[in-house]
Structures are given as C-alpha cells and as structure tokens.
C-alpha cells in the first residue's frame, strides 16, 4: 500500500464508510490513502474489495463477538444508527469523524454523541438529492446539519444543493477529490487504425447511457472506424441495449462490464475521447458533484464529451480540455460528438490541457493536505 507518512499517530481520523468499499470506491480511497499527518482508521459495516483498497487500521463489524454482532444488527435496523462505532473510536484514540455521505453521517450520530468528537461529513450525490426528497431523510438531515462540525462538497452546484436542503453555509466548504497523477500523458493511439470512444459508470439514469449512445450513433457513419468500449453495468442494462441497436453500434462495441480501477485507467489509456452525458434522472439523482473518471480522463490525456451538468463544468473546462454538451439536449450532445470526432488534430493539445488542470486542482496528496488542514480546524 502506498500511503501517507502519518508523522503524528496522536492525529486519528476515522473514517465512516459502509461498504468499504465497491469497486469503483477509488475516489473515496484516495482521501485516506495519501493523508500525511493524520493516521486513518476506517469503521465499516462490510468490507470489499480488500486486495484494492488495503488500509493499515479497519475496524468491522466482523470482529464484534457473537452477541454484539447480533445487537448491532437490531439497533441499526430499529434506530438507523450504528451502535458500537462509539465505542471504537475511544478504543482507537479518534480525535475527527469523517463521514462518507450524508446517510452514513446520519448513521454516525450515535458514535458523535456519545464520544462527543466533531464530525464531518462529505456529500458525493444522491444523498443530497434523491434522498433529500424523502420525509425520513429530511428529518435525519435536520439532525445532522445541526450536530456536524463541517459537510464537504465537490464543487458550487453542489454546495446550492445543500444550501437549499438546509444545511448551515458557514459550515460548508468545497473540497475537491484528488486522484493519483500519472507520471506521463498516454501516447495517443493511432485513429487511423481505430477511433476508441470509452463510456464508464453504472448503468442508471442519471448516467445518461442511452442519449449517449444514440448521439454517438448519429455521427458514426462519418467515422468507419469508431469503436466504443462500455465499462459498467446496471438497471439499465435493457435501454442500453436498446439504444446500441437502435443507432446501429451493436456490433461495435466491446461490453467488459464492471473492472477494477486499473482496468479503467487501462482502457483509457488506450481510448481517444471519453463520452459522460450525465442528467439529473426522474427521481431527483444526480451526479451531485462530477464522476471522478472525468479526472482519470484529462490526467491521461483524454479529452471530454461531456454534459453541463452539476459540478462538470468545475471539473472540465470546455473548449480546453473538452467540450461541454447542454444537459438532456442530444441534439447537442451529437452536435458537441461531431466536433470532437472531426477534430483529431486538436486531441493532443486538448489532453495537454486537461492535464494541468487536473495537477493544478486535482491532485491527490495537495487534495489530502488540505483535508487535512480542516482536521486540524475541527480537532
């Protein structure tokens, strides 16, 4: 594991994450893996994924005895709370709870009441905006706006949302996910041999993988030699399906379903554009801030179709490192596909761009500095 130097042990974060963590958790990861002065533990429910996300302290469920085990189960499911995490954090000398989403905040209410430690908690997405419209939610969100020391989000759009949802804006801060900078840009693939388009992420609606699909269809007559790779999967498995017939992409495609991250950054390596027609679905869930694939993309040197939507326009900047599509309108998501796709002498130039824009305000170890820097503001 590559990791922080976690100078000061007396510095102990826990950090609140159930599961830890899915596959596609890298992002999550990346804010424990690269902290310095702080010493993380992690507090989970269920713990996945071990090989690809090792950490040097992780307290679970799994190791309560027999009996706590089966009260921590009844105590969850009748009050929502995790009962014991309390516990824990004396026993691990905790100083800072950072909570990952805003329902796992809620679930930590118990744990910040009875060791009385500030806690933080970070907004990602549906928390603030599918789960904020259910009753439940908004009363526990009530609870936590008025308990937490500080909520983190990605980027401005979501900060309005929680603004509106309630939470306190002098307890807001905008912090960015970090990811690992490559050590090089990727050599960019010949597109006369083939022109690789790469979509990631699951298979739901506010991923918007059909109208991608669809506006990609409408300009590959133009381009024989486009192929597009679709990593994920998901409930809308059916309407992509769907949508890969209908523009005629069925036999084009390369489906390799869910991967790990290194696969990910594998098959960008080999793409030219990276498509994220993102929407904010029937149910209210959105993106929130921005899939962190946009960042793996411009850190490679891949340029972006992308759509305005939620912090997107924060994490690409359009007509630099890729171009920006108005969100739901296909007509110019095709439009935005078209230009792109017709101008491969500018990919190079665009990926270079991308690239230091991700240096400047997306990398992982200043990112856990300044992490780190509201620890210290709390503790």
């Given at each position: 594991?590559?990791?922080?130097?976690?100078?000061?042990?007396?510095?102990?974060?826990?950090?609140c994450a159930t599961p830890f963590l899915p596959e596609t958790g890298s992002w999550i990861y990346n804010q424990i893996r690269w902290l310095q002065r702080w010493q993380p533990i992690v507090l989970t429910q269920e713990w996945r994924n071990r090989d690809q996300f090792p950490v040097p302290r992780l307290r679970t469920a799994e190791t309560l005895s027999l009996t706590r085990t089966l009260a921590n189960r009844a105590v969850r499911k009748l009050t929502g709370e995790?009962?014991?995490?309390?516990?824990?954090?004396?026993?691990?000398?905790?100083?800072?709870?950072?909570?990952?989403?805003?329902y796992q905040g809620c679930r930590c209410l118990r744990a910040q009441r009875s060791s009385g430690l500030p806690m933080i908690t970070s907004f990602y997405g549906a928390d603030a905006n599918s789960y904020a419209r259910q009753p439940y939610w908004q009363r526990r969100y009530r609870q936590l706006f008025d308990r937490g020391a500080f909520f983190l989000v990605e980027g401005a759009a979501m900060a309005q949302r929680l603004q509106d949802i309630g939470c306190p804006e002098d307890r807001m801060r905008i912090?960015?996910?970090?990811?690992?900078?490559?050590?090089?840009?990727?050599?960019?693939?010949?597109?006369?041999?083939e022109v690789r388009v790469l979509m990631c992420g699951a298979f739901r609606p506010k991923k918007g993988f059909p109208a991608g699909i669809r506006a990609l269809g409408r300009v590959a007559e133009g381009v024989p030699n486009l192929r597009l790779t679709l990593i994920g999967d998901g409930p809308e498995r059916p309407r992509v399906e769907e949508a890969l017939r209908d523009s005629g992409l069925s036999a084009r495609v390369d489906r390799l379903g869910f991967v790990p991250h290194a696969e990910v950054i594998n098959q960008l390596s080999c793409s030219h554009i990276l498509l994220v027609p993102s929407r904010t679905a029937e149910d209210g869930d959105s993106e929130g801030g921005a899939p962190v694939i946009l960042l793996d993309a411009q850190s490679l040197g891949v340029p972006v179709v992308a759509t305005r939507h939620a912090d997107i326009p924060e994490y690409v900047v359009d007509g630099e490192s890729g171009l920006l599509a108005e969100e739901g309108d296909e007509t110019d998501l095709t439009r935005r596909l078209e230009e792109m796709l017709t101008r491969p002498q500018d990919w190079i130039k665009m990926g270079r761009r991308g690239r230091r824009h991700v240096a400047e305000e997306y990398e992982a170890s200043s990112q856990c500095r300044g992490l780190e820097e509201i620890y210290d503001g709390v503790s």
């Open positions: 594991m590559v990791k922080g130097v976690h100078r000061d042990s007396g510095r102990v974060v826990a950090h995790y009962p014991f995490y309390g516990h824990l954090l004396e026993e691990e000398g905790a100083r800072v709870i950072h909570a990952h989403f805003g912090h960015h996910l970090g990811i690992e900078l490559p050590e090089a840009i990727r050599e960019l693939p010949d597109p006369e041999r």
